[in-house]
């Protein structure tokens, strides 16, 4: 039909008109200013839509038009038509809705009849038509001007499509009040005066009808996404050039938070252009206060409960909200003393739209440190598929090459490409500037950040310059005197260096260090022996010398402890470790997490160990049944569930005889080839020094030969090391190059001790990570057009995770010494140094080959419903299938447990009826604050927040960060809240009393269960449970595991009758224990490899589960 309109102002002799498309003639315009975009003086769209899924009719439109189909009486067609096309103040009036009547009447009287096949070709060219994303902005820069009417009340196409081509186009919307769907005939006069005043204002003389070439290059990319989307209309995008707004006079954080409320959806659209949101903008001048509104309702808006609810019911609270405890709460407080961490605007860019995400909270660096308004003139920048998933379509390298070479405008500020952190650029995010903001250039701030001119290695200059974004503490000042930079330490044919990226410190400022960042050295707390810094250039680890000094700008690492994972586990298992020793491991890591339900004693070391460390456990440890106390009990529920889960998707199982440590050289040169030096310290500060064989790898490890046994000794000379791994500087080879290829700058090593899990078996010979040619540099100084040559590169080739699993795949079907496994373990090596070298192994047609040769079928372990599944009979699949089987166990006998919360009446301390008052005061502000930190990072409920998991807002990569903020927070938030209880001078009997009021009034809160706040009395847990006896592990009445039972028990009996063959190890007539028939599983197990022991010991767990119960 475009082509007809095409072809009849050629014949009309018209080099250029006005188009008016009204309906499907608006389709048709739409279509035509595509087809002959030179040709058209203005284009105005009259209740139409661009097409797809959401430009279809809303039900009530629908049912007349299919009644249209039906109906034969002409009295009834009308009446139909008038329902369908006019708005109700038309219809009520007698003379209109009489005059309407009779013209319609008079039109179906003298009409051709359509037949079947031209009605319902009507109706499918209408359901067909759509106009993408790229059409649409090819429009809006033709240097035509577009116009867009919509009648408020028109039943067949919906207003919100009209506002979603005004924001496209950037064009003016002209609502006809109570106007249906034909507005020509109601709003005749109205329309042609609109139509005159538009016309008259278009200068004819400057028309040149063409898209500028500054908008080609976006139209070009966004056109090769929309390619691969269908019925993908794009109602939400705004903010891609200057002045591209509805309230663009507002300043820049209004028109942030307008947008990123906005961001939400078009059911929120609909409502956020209401006289209160308007009234709202209009009155204030307060960008914080605007802020807050919109943050607020945007976090309200999300939940998938509250999607149909108005905007206007949550308003009032949160307006009382901000002054009420917003003003004087700790987030409010922190974000304007806190030098470690930022809050920057958050944008997301997906192929269709994009989203603005609240302000990103997260640590600081050394660029943001620098720039004095680091929030107003830096941004966090991520490209995101339509689905928030990672996209790696070749297409949509386009999309991201325009806005890393042009920016991006928002408001008026026009963000340009700075750089980005070494752990962004696989995830596609990236740091953004506005120079006007920052007021510096690019240039130079990246002049400033350091001279990287001599590295000519396109990756590595690239790579080097990610350091100053590395999220880091500031703590001392350095004195360039006190600096010395000694030579490495090398093999003597200078093939390798035995210290790569590993320094030395004096401890007394190791000990100044500590005191910066708030260790109170004095007291005894935790002092690190290795750091990892950041310094002036400097990257790396340095490791305490008591005979030298010397100062670093570093971050504190404390000991963690060791989960074994898929690949560490398929090392194991090829160098000897058996099946029954590794399943045994899992087992008891599934018996710890169980055994938190009968133990109190193990209640605390699994929450201990498992939710931020930000509770004061010692005091609460007076509590004599964790298990069942409400909250505590919410924890272990929520802790076990996601390890549960971790253990059977992951294969994390905790090893306790294992840490993740730093690499560091022995500088004093006491420990020969195949040595090493460990001393560990354990949770009351004892110090142990190991000897003896330890195993050693790295994560990624995929080679057999990635995983070392070294001789752990006990050198005198290096005791004043702790927690860290000291590798030897003698040999041919260092060992730390061996291990996946690593070198000492802050790479962290899996450790082991554990006798059982140590292979007895010669090391493997290791693979020479650094055999293959080395990348050419550049005869000449890179250019930031190199850089990001590299970028898009690295985006478009990054298979790591797909390469992993194929990885795993081959080694279940062929061995992980095949030579398939082999040569693509080398790859896997490749590609993850591939952000530094810019060299790929493989190319797709090569990844095609490596993936057909793992066939069509899958192990059940990887749960990869796509694939024929088959049964792994190796470690992975044998471990797979023993935790999943538990896991169901779980979570059956879990699924409705009791949230009733009951009172536990030895808490409420005399008197405590006189605090209830103050204590319902403080625990509203301590809700407050826990509701606001809970919402920005997407938690469900307190719980999730503890236990940091199942965050909207987390992805795989980010649990750390979140881990770390939530932390520092939670401890902001709960040091003032104690500040405020301990403010007055009473006795502590009076203290017990307030104590207990916190509890009763927390316990005893009425509000839903995800607003509830259970933890805030257990911030008083000394007063509160003063009076409670540390209970002794031998004296709990809840540990079965450890009740005494004979041969005349009912337990034996059930069990002779279940497990005979178990049982008869059992010594006749003598008592047992629970956990003493565990042990004889697992011992038998691992002395004889008899799996149908771990079988018995599985069948025993189940019991357990099912007694935890109860």
């Given amino acids: 039909m475009a082509k007809d309109a095409l072809e009849l102002i050629d014949h009309l002799g018209w080099s250029q008109c006005h188009v008016v498309g009204i309906s499907m003639g608006g389709m048709i315009a739409l279509e035509f200013a595509l087809l002959a975009n030179r040709r058209i003086l203005s284009l105005t769209l009259m209740a139409t839509h661009a097409g797809g899924l959401i430009g279809q009719a809303p039900l009530i439109g629908m049912y007349h038009i299919i009644r249209s189909f039906i109906i034969r009486d002409d009295d009834e067609l009308v009446k139909n038509a008038l329902d369908m096309l006019y708005g109700r103040k038309t219809l009520n009036d007698p003379d209109k809705r009489q005059y309407f009547y009779d013209y319609h009447l008079e039109r179906f009287r003298t009409r051709v009849p359509l037949s079947m096949v031209g009605s319902f070709g009507h109706m499918f060219a209408v359901q067909r038509h759509y106009i993408n994303y790229a059409d649409l902005l090819k429009i809006r820069y033709s240097n035509f001007p577009c116009l867009v009417m919509v009648g408020t009340e028109d039943r067949l196409v919906r207003e919100t499509n009209s506002y979603m081509l005004q924001r496209t186009l950037g064009c003016r919307l002209v609502k006809l009040e109570h106007a249906g769907h034909d507005v020509i005939g109601e709003c005749a006069e109205q329309v042609n005066q609109e139509l005159l005043e538009f016309f008259e204002s278009i200068d004819l003389k400057s028309h040149p009808s063409q898209i500028s070439s500054e908008y080609a290059a976006e139209v070009r990319a966004l056109e090769l996404c929309c390619q691969h989307r269908t019925h993908c209309f794009v109602y939400n995008l705004v903010g891609f050039f200057k002045n591209h707004f ?88 922190m974000d304007k003393t806190w030098i470690n961490y930022v809050r920057i605007p958050w944008f997301c860019f997906t192929p269709t739209r994009l989203i603005i995400k609240p302000f990103k909270f997260m640590r600081s660096n050394r660029v ?14 991520e490209f995101r598929d339509d689905t928030g998933s990672a996209y790696f379509s070749k297409e949509l390298v386009a999309f991201l090459k325009y806005y890393l070479n042009n920016g991006f405008w928002f408001g008026n500020r026009h963000y340009i490409y700075l750089h980005h952190a070494q752990s962004q650029v696989r995830q596609k995010q990236f740091y953004f500037y506005c120079e006007d903001e920052g007021k510096m250039t690019r240039e130079t701030l990246e002049s400033w950040m350091g001279n990287f001119d001599d590295e000519r290695l396109p990756a590595k200059n690239t790579a080097r310059r990610t350091q100053p974004f590395s999220s880091t503490e500031v703590t001392i000042e350095i004195d360039r005197k006190l600096v010395d930079v000694i030579p490495d330490l090398r093999t003597t044919d200078g093939k390798y260096n035995f210290t790569d990226g590993v320094g030395q410190i004096s401890s007394d400022l190791n000990h100044m260090i500590h005191k910066s960042i708030g260790i109170n050295v004095e007291k005894g707390e935790y002092v690190s022996s290795v750091l990892q810094i950041r310094y002036g250039g400097c990257k790396g680890t340095i490791a305490i010398n008591p005979q030298l000094d010397g100062k670093k700008k570093q971050l504190l690492i404390r000991p963690s402890n060791l989960c074994l994972n898929r690949e560490v586990i398929n090392l194991l298992s090829y160098r000897g470790i058996s099946n029954e020793h590794i399943l045994v491991f899992q087992l008891r890591n599934i018996l710890w997490l169980i055994a938190s339900f009968f133990s109190n004693k193990s209640a605390l070391c699994v929450l201990r160990d498992k939710i931020l460390h930000v509770l004061p456990w010692l005091q609460i440890s007076r509590h004599s049944n964790l298990s069942t106390e409400p909250f505590f009990r919410r924890l272990l529920l929520t802790t076990i569930t996601n390890n549960l889960h971790q253990i059977v998707t992951r294969a994390h199982i905790r090893v306790p005889k294992a840490r993740y440590m730093f690499g560091i050289v022995d500088e004093y040169k006491v420990l020969k080839e195949g040595q090493v030096f460990i001393q560990i310290t354990d949770e009351d500060g004892h110090k142990t020094i190991l000897e003896g064989p330890v195993a050693i790898t790295k994560n990624p490890c995929h080679h057999p030969g990635d995983l070392r046994v070294l001789k752990a000794v006990n050198e005198k000379s290096l005791h004043h090391l702790y927690d860290v791994l000291v590798f030897p500087q003698q040999g041919s080879r260092p060992h730390a190059s061996e291990i996946s290829g690593s070198d000492l700058d802050g790479d962290e090593y899996t450790v082991i001790w554990d006798p059982t899990l140590v292979p007895i078996s010669p090391n493997p010979t290791p693979y020479e990570y650094d055999s293959g040619p080395s990348p050419k540099p550049l005869n000449r100084i890179v250019t930031r057009n190199d850089r990001l040559k590299v970028i898009l590169d690295i985006c478009e080739q990054d298979n790591l995770g797909r390469l992993s699993n194929i990885h795993l795949v081959l080694v279940d079907q062929l061995g992980i010494d095949s030579e398939e496994a082999i040569l693509l373990a080398a790859g896997l090596s490749q590609e993850l140094d591939s952000v530094k070298s810019g060299e790929h192994p493989y190319t797709s047609d090569q990844i095609k080959n490596i993936v057909n040769t793992a066939g069509t079928t899958r192990p059940d372990f990887m749960q990869i419903s796509d694939y024929e599944v088959y049964q792994s009979q190796k470690i992975l699949g044998k471990l797979f299938r023993s935790a999943h089987h538990l896991n169901d166990t779980f979570k059956n006998a879990f699924s409705n447990d009791n949230n009733d919360i009951s009172l536990d009446r030895n808490l409420l301390h005399t008197g405590y009826e006189e605090y209830i008052d103050f204590a319902q005061s403080l625990y509203k502000r ?129 069990l002779k009758k279940q497990l005979p063959s178990m049982m008869n190890l059992l010594p006749n007539g003598k008592q047992f224990t629970f956990m003493k028939i565990l042990e004889i599983c697992f011992e038998s197990a691992c002395a004889t490899n008899n799996e149908q022991m771990i079988n018995y010991a599985e069948t025993l767990i189940e019991m357990l589960i099912a007694i935890s119960k109860t």
């Avoid at 059911?267 to 006289?275: A, T």
């Avoid at 309200?300 to 002054?323: A, G, H, R, W």
């Avoid at 826990?930 to 920005?936: C, N, P, Q, V």
């Fill in 246 to 333: 509805q309230i663009s006079s507002y300043t820049f954080t209004y028109q942030y938070g307008w947008h990123m409320l906005n961001s939400v959806g078009c059911h929120v659209y609909n409502q956020i252009i209401n006289n209160n949101i308007l009234q709202l903008l209009n009155e204030n001048n307060n960008d914080e206060f605007i802020y807050y509104i919109f943050e607020r309702l945007r976090r309200f808006m999300v939940l998938p409960e509250n999607i149909f609810l108005p905007l206007q019911y949550k308003l009032p609270t949160i307006k009382n909200s901000y002054n009420d405890f917003y003003l004087d709460s700790t987030i409010y407080k």
């Fill in 368 to 381: 943001f440190r620098y720039i004095s308004n680091v929030s107003q003139s830096m941004a966090l920048v």
């Fill in 926 to 1054: 301590y809700q407050f604050e826990m509701l606001e930190i809970i919402g920005s990072y997407g938690f469900s409920n307190e719980i999730d927040l503890f236990c940091c998991i199942e965050s909207r807002n987390m992805k795989a990569n980010e649990r750390s960060d979140i881990q770390q903020t939530a932390q520092q927070l939670l401890k902001a938030i709960f040091q003032n809240i104690r500040k405020s209880f301990n403010n007055d001078l009473i006795t502590y009997h009076k203290v017990k009393a307030k104590a207990a009021a916190c509890y009763y009034v927390a316990y005893t809160d009425t509000s839903g269960k995800d607003k509830r706040m259970l933890s805030f009395p257990w911030l008083f847990a000394a007063p509160l449970l003063v009076d409670y006896s540390i209970a002794s592990e031998d004296k709990e009445t809840n540990d079965f595991m450890e009740y005494m039972f004979n041969s005349n028990s009912k337990l034996y009996h059930y």
